[in-house]
T-cell receptor, first 120, second 113 residues
């Protein structure tokens, strides 16, 4: 199946621990993203990589570090977890914009199914 | 900063009725406006999108309209069915030079059988 897959689906951990979430896409997309969805369902972008290059880095604590070993993978490592980090984290991917500056036919994001992180 | 406002936050309709969700955006350079449906326990899924050179787009029971002058865009669902129950998000691109989408706060749609 062509998809964006992220693991694990659920992650329960204690404050102060370090954890990683992995994401992989087999859609041939060049751009990948991490979004955080809080308890009120609000979706906020955290990071974006295009062809392994960081292009969006929102105001996110330094404890969050993305890593893109290749354009099909974007992992998220979180150090010293805090209670406020509890949320659902979504990975997404999209095709790059066309070289002429116009959007390709299918610009829309494809999201993974999310990782529910609970810090206790 | 850039902002997308979405209304209403919750919407309850009788099966067969229409549902309309409205969004406004602040960045006049935005030119791409997708809509996503998120079912319980799943990631958001693109259901329809529109670009700034088009005023309306329809796909079966779903339509989106765009008013660039007023910076408004809306999702219209006709003949609603219980399986349309979900959280719907609008989004707008940030200008023409970014990959970034700014999402609205979501609308929880409940279709009563």
């Amino acid at each position: 199946d062509t998809a964006v897959s992220q693991t694990p689906k659920y992650l329960v951990t204690q404050m102060g621990n370090d954890k990683s979430i992995k994401c992989e896409q087999n859609l041939g997309h060049d751009t990948m993203y991490w979004y955080k969805q809080d308890s009120k369902k609000f979706l906020k972008i955290m990071f974006s990589y295009n062809n392994k290059e960081l292009i969006i880095n929102e105001t996110v604590p330094n404890r969050f570090s993305p890593k893109s070993p290749d354009k099909a993978h974007l992992n998220l490592h979180i150090n010293s977890l805090e209670l406020g980090d509890s949320a659902v984290y979504f990975c997404a991917s999209s095709p790059s914009r066309g070289g002429t500056g116009g959007y390709p036919n299918n610009y829309g994001y494809t999201f993974g199914s999310g990782t529910r992180l609970t810090v206790v | 900063g850039e902002n997308v406002e979405q209304h209403p936050s919750t919407l309850s309709v009788q099966e067969g009725d229409s549902a309309v969700i409205k969004c406004t955006y602040s960045d006049s350079a935005s030119n791409y406006f997708p809509w996503y449906k998120q079912e319980l326990g799943k990631g958001p899924q693109l259901i329809i999108d529109i670009r700034s050179n088009v005023g309306e787009k329809k796909d079966q029971r779903i339509a989106v309209t765009l008013n660039k002058t007023a910076k408004h865009f809306s999702l219209h669902i006709t003949e609603t069915q219980p399986e349309d129950s979900a959280v719907y998000f609008c989004a707008a691109s940030i200008g023409d030079s970014s990959y970034k989408l700014i999402f609205g706060s979501g609308t929880r749609l409940l279709v009563r059988p």
